[in-house]
């Protein structure tokens, strides 16, 4: 199971974290790149607005392909199988990286376009399908730890980004095209190692009919002498089902015995894009300045909050089957209000005092804690535990939708929030990490050691009443 996560992992949502990260370190060279492609190509130059535009549709494209990818995950998922589609996906992120390798020999900056927006497709659907794997081959005891190991290979991917990214590795300018180009590490990782282990048992027996396939992986998995628990397990669901067939994303929308389920992952997947973790990031260098850290050492400070998240990510897999997922959430989100106030309150009076700065610095890794030890992983758990199987992968492109549409919202409006409201932007994400906690205090019931059907029973009182 270790192994499978390790497998699935890999080529999923550390291609995720890592593409996100490893954009931040070659701006300047990306630039200038541009810059002379242009001179060169129309013998004048480039307008520094049209550059600005440029950098921007290179960086935000990202978010468009995995809207896409998101979109087309989990009908990829059904039918190609959870396995297979995480397979195929890594073709996509060869392409890509292969664009971004050209772009700079060849001199067009349209392959370096392209090729972001494909690596955004293949991020897309490794998010939404990693999830499913995992959740469907964990028993029940263990099915929240293994499905963190989507967060912990998400902010492993953006750690490991930042390291290769320093200027003393891929980020200095000789090496750019090849840092963009490196994502095609974690895909063939995955091509070789992914194929030795079997498809998802549930996809087997419920989806595919496949009993004695199903068997087989059932004892991959869990062993011979356990493996009998979960098969009845699974063949419980299937016969729940009745022979219905995966359902549509829009067919979630008119069915009330997923209305509050959908709402959840709805509320949840927004609360965590806009919960203000980008705007922390956005703060940090300037908080790092103010403390007096030197611009040329502040790539090395930021590498602290990706080892801060990764650092909760797998605190939180150990915890999660132990204390909950209710307890991490709203503890999470909480802790992420209080130090909302504190980081507003530090920075309204930054200059006044020297140690002022310290307690700014102190927040932003508190406040980056707080969000990996529940908010940044439970919530992708979540929606492979809430939906049974007809209704998981519809779930997850919805889910998915939402999440990179929050993103891309959020990557627009928030230059002129923070212009506009300046620190005190972190009340209104302060109003939202207490509201999204209430929500799960008043609605979300515990689904830890719980079989899908049982929380589907959960989740009937709250859509068709107590009686």
Same mark, same amino acid.
């Given at each position: 199971?270790?192994? $499978?996560?390790?497998?699935?992992?890999?080529?999923?949502?550390?291609?995720?974290?890592?593409?996100?990260?490893?954009?931040?370190?070659?701006?300047?060279?990306?630039?200038?790149?541009?810059?002379?492609?242009?001179?060169?190509?129309?013998?004048?130059?480039?307008?520094?607005? *049209? *550059?600005?535009?440029?950098?921007?549709?290179?960086?935000?494209?990202?978010?468009?392909?995995? *809207?896409?990818?998101?979109?087309?995950?989990?009908?990829?998922?059904?039918?190609?199988?959870?396995?297979?589609?995480?397979?195929?996906?890594?073709?996509?992120?060869?392409?890509?990286?292969?664009?971004?390798?050209?772009?700079?020999?060849? =001199?067009?900056?349209?392959?370096?376009?392209?090729?972001?927006?494909?690596?955004?497709?293949?991020?897309?659907?490794?998010?939404?399908?990693?999830?499913?794997?995992?959740?469907?081959?964990?028993?029940?005891?263990?099915?929240?730890?293994?499905?963190?190991?989507?967060?912990?290979?998400?902010?492993?991917?953006?750690?490991?980004? %930042?390291?290769?990214?320093?200027?003393?590795?891929?980020?200095?300018?000789?090496?750019?095209?090849?840092?963009?180009?490196?994502?095609?590490?974690?895909?063939?990782?995955?091509?070789?190692?992914?194929?030795?282990?079997?498809?998802?048992?549930?996809?087997?027996?419920?989806?595919?009919?496949?009993?004695?396939?199903?068997?087989?992986? *059932?004892?991959?998995?869990?062993?011979?002498?356990?493996?009998?628990?979960?098969?009845?397990?699974?063949? %419980?669901?299937?016969? $729940?089902?009745?022979?219905?067939?995966?359902?549509?994303?829009?067919?979630?929308?008119?069915?009330?015995?997923?209305?509050?389920?959908?709402?959840?992952?709805?509320?949840?997947?927004?609360?965590? %894009?806009?919960?203000?973790?980008?705007?922390?990031?956005?703060?940090?260098?300037?908080?790092?300045?103010? $403390?007096?850290?030197?611009?040329?050492?502040?790539?090395?400070?930021?590498?602290?909050?990706?080892?801060?998240?990764?650092?909760?990510?797998?605190?939180?897999?150990?915890?999660?089957?132990?204390?909950?997922?209710?307890?991490?959430?709203? =503890?999470?989100?909480?802790?992420?209000?209080?130090?909302?106030?504190?980081?507003?309150?530090?920075?309204?009076?930054?200059?006044?005092?020297?140690?002022?700065?310290?307690?700014?610095?102190?927040?932003?890794?508190?406040?980056?804690?707080?969000?990996?030890?529940?908010?940044?992983?439970?919530?992708?758990?979540?929606?492979?535990?809430?939906?049974? %199987?007809?209704?998981?992968?519809?779930?997850?492109?919805?889910?998915?939708?939402?999440?990179?549409?929050?993103?891309?919202?959020?990557?627009?409006?928030?230059? /002129?929030?923070?212009?506009?409201?300046?620190?005190?932007?972190?009340?209104?994400?302060?109003?939202?990490?207490?509201?999204?906690?209430? /929500?799960?205090?008043?609605?979300?019931?515990?689904?830890?050691?719980?079989?899908?059907?049982?929380?589907?029973?959960?989740?009937?009182?709250?859509?068709?009443?107590?009686?």
């Amino acid at each position: 199971l270790f192994l $499978a996560v390790c497998a699935v992992g890999i080529g999923g949502t550390f291609q995720y974290g890592y593409n996100v990260s490893i954009i931040n370190a070659p701006t300047q060279h990306i630039h200038r790149f541009l810059n002379e492609t242009w001179t060169s190509r129309y013998h004048k130059e480039l307008d520094p607005d *049209l *550059l600005t535009f440029l950098w921007s549709v290179i960086a935000s494209i990202f978010s468009l392909g995995g *809207l896409c990818g998101a979109l087309v995950g989990g009908s990829m998922a059904i039918r190609l199988g959870r396995k297979g589609a995480l397979l195929v996906n890594n073709m996509i992120a060869i392409v890509a990286s292969i664009l971004m390798g050209i772009s700079f020999p060849t =001199g067009w900056f349209e392959l370096l376009i392209a090729g972001r927006f494909l690596i955004g497709i293949n991020s897309g659907i490794g998010i939404c399908v990693q999830p499913l794997y995992l959740g469907e081959v964990a028993p029940k005891h263990l099915r929240g730890g293994m499905a963190m190991g989507t967060s912990i290979f998400l902010t492993g991917g953006i750690l490991t980004g %930042q390291i290769i990214g320093l200027r003393e590795l891929l980020g200095g300018e000789t090496y750019w095209p090849l840092l963009l180009s490196s994502s095609c590490f974690p895909a063939f990782t995955q091509l070789l190692f992914l194929p030795w282990f079997p498809e998802s048992p549930r996809y087997l027996l419920i989806d595919r009919g496949d009993e004695l396939n199903c068997a087989k992986a *059932l004892k991959r998995f869990h062993g011979s002498r356990e493996f009998q628990r979960e098969m009845e397990d699974i063949q %419980q669901e299937r016969f $729940a089902l009745a022979g219905e067939k995966p359902k549509k994303p829009w067919q979630l929308f008119t069915d009330p015995s997923v209305r509050w389920q959908l709402i959840t992952v709805v509320v949840m997947t927004m609360g965590q %894009q806009l919960s203000g973790i980008n705007a922390i990031y956005f703060y940090a260098t300037y908080i790092f300045e103010q $403390a007096g850290i030197s611009a040329e050492n502040i790539p090395y400070v930021t590498l602290g909050t990706g080892a801060c998240e990764c650092l909760t990510a797998l605190t939180c897999g150990l915890l999660i089957d132990y204390v909950g997922r209710r307890c991490l959430v709203i =503890g999470g989100y909480l802790l992420m209000t209080l130090w909302s106030i504190v980081l507003t309150c530090s920075l309204t009076y930054q200059d006044l005092y020297s140690w002022v700065p310290y307690v700014s610095m102190t927040s932003i890794f508190a406040f980056i804690l707080s969000f990996g030890l529940g908010p940044g992983g439970i919530t992708n758990t979540l929606t492979a535990e809430l939906f049974i %199987q007809s209704s998981r992968p519809a779930a997850y492109m919805i889910g998915g939708t939402i999440s990179w549409i929050s993103f891309f919202v959020i990557g627009m409006l928030f230059p /002129f929030i923070v212009k506009g409201l300046r620190q005190y932007c972190f009340l209104v994400f302060l109003l939202e990490c207490a509201f999204v906690a209430a /929500f799960i205090f008043l609605v979300i019931p515990e689904t830890k050691n719980k079989s899908f059907l049982e929380i589907k029973k959960e989740f009937h009182k709250l859509n068709f009443g107590r009686n």
